[in-house]
């Protein structure tokens, strides 16, 4: 999945722009017009990003006549967070029970408010512990027997587990400071 994360819209003129009107990764010379031709911008391929090609054109007729409107250039990046997987009944033991790691689940559902505001705590939580800690979690409107296993009664409810065992819950939005005490007692 890409996301838009810049447009950038070359500004066309009689006159080639200055340095400093493009981008820092264009030059002047690669942008230059030529009388009665489009002319390609080629920009250096960053990494993680995809650039989509646009052709940038000057009007070189009258300086009144305003110029016809060109596609802006759009980086794209792909999604760079990790993902929090999801467990299901089929996948909760292999996943969790089973797992060599200490084990944080958030249990959650989709019409929750609180839920959605706990999301980017546990996303930042499996990116900060990455080869440490497991984050997944559970969707109780579609696994609600392993809601019911754990006494889950508030969403949204935060577990950890090692080696097969509830060690610790949190209940509710938590600031992530709190989250983070929780799990650093079993790492």
Request: glycine share 4%; charged share 20%.
């Amino acid at each position: 999945m890409a996301t838009v994360l810049e447009s950038l819209a070359v500004p066309r003129s009689s006159s080639a722009p200055s340095p400093a009107a493009l981008s820092p990764v264009a030059s002047a010379s690669s942008l230059a017009p030529i009388a009665g031709r489009r002319r390609s911008a080629r920009f250096p391929q960053p990494s993680g990003l995809r650039i989509r090609p646009v052709s940038v054109a000057w009007s070189l007729r009258s300086p009144s006549q305003r110029p016809r409107r060109s596609p802006a250039v759009v980086c794209e990046a792909q999604d760079t967070a990790v993902e929090v997987a999801a467990v299901t009944d089929a996948t909760w033991q292999s996943l969790v029970l089973e797992s060599e790691f200490p084990v944080l689940v958030e249990f959650w559902a989709p019409w929750c408010g609180p839920c959605r505001m706990i999301h980017p705590v546990i996303d930042e939580l499996a990116k900060q512990y990455a080869g440490k800690l497991k984050c997944y979690k559970v969707n109780t409107d579609e696994s609600p027997s392993i809601a019911t296993r754990y006494g889950i009664r508030s969403i949204p409810t935060v577990m950890i587990f090692k080696t097969g065992e509830k060690k610790d819950a949190v209940i509710g939005a938590v600031p992530k400071s709190t989250l983070t005490t929780s799990i650093e007692k079993f790492m």
